[in-house]
């Protein structure tokens, strides 16, 4: 599904990504991990197409999508979570998730102004694809309340929502766990696994090694913007290299 060879990304002297090739395969939830500063971030800035790559490729389904921008490449199907801080808090849910597809929709200001029937029938589907997956995430209950007044865990539901929205075939999430607690990060577990049960590839950068170790199907392992290790969880935990790469920073492997 995702091909990435050779890729490399540098800012000045400083290769944030080196060299990294990794083939991700449909319907598996991948995880990069790695010590802070290690390219993650990065890396996914280049596969959602918000930087163009120094060097190397990036096939998706097939098609060479390296250099191409966010739009094209959210439209041919990889969709990004935001960060929860990128929601209007004073907009209630729904609207939230209305104003985000619709950012994407077709209409042109003369629709707007002459409040055309293609301005109105993809006012109705945009909601109904919001309440759609509103649903999905198990946030129906909340659609009218105000983000503001919704905790941190259904904030990234709704952030998880808008991507939805989308119907991408490979969502990004970047640390979706982060700033919740074990409980919260348990919920959010079950469901990226619900997303991958209705067809939906997933790539996730997380810290939360537990979380990792019990959902990713492939972890790949970065450090100073190289691929140090690539494998299953159990093969990942035992791998010395990466081990000796956290006992090198402040993050634990086991943790
Ligand atoms: N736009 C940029 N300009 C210059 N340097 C950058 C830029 N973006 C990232 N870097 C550098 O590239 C390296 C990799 O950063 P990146 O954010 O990809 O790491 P990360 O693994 O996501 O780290 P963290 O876990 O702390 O979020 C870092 O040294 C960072 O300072």
Known sequence: MLKISNLTKRFGGLAAVNDVSVTFEAGKINAIIG???AGKTTFFNLVAGAMPPSEGSIEFQGMDVTGMSPDRIARLGIARTFQTTMLFD?????????VGHRLRTQSRLWDVIINSKRLRDEEKKCRARAEEVLDFVGLSHLGNRYILDISQEERKRVAFALAMATDPELVLLDEPAGGINPEETENLAALIRKM?????????IEHKMDMIMSL???IMVLDHGEKIAEGTPEQIKNDP???EAYLGSDEDVEA
Do not use: M, R
């Open 241 to 243: 290299v990466v081990i």
């Open 35 to 37: 010590p802070n500063g």
């Open 196 to 204: 991958v049960a209705h067809g939906i590839s997933v790539c996730l």
């Open 216 to 218: 990713a199907d492939k």
């Open 90 to 98: 004073q907009s209630t849910v729904l609207d939230n998730l209305i």
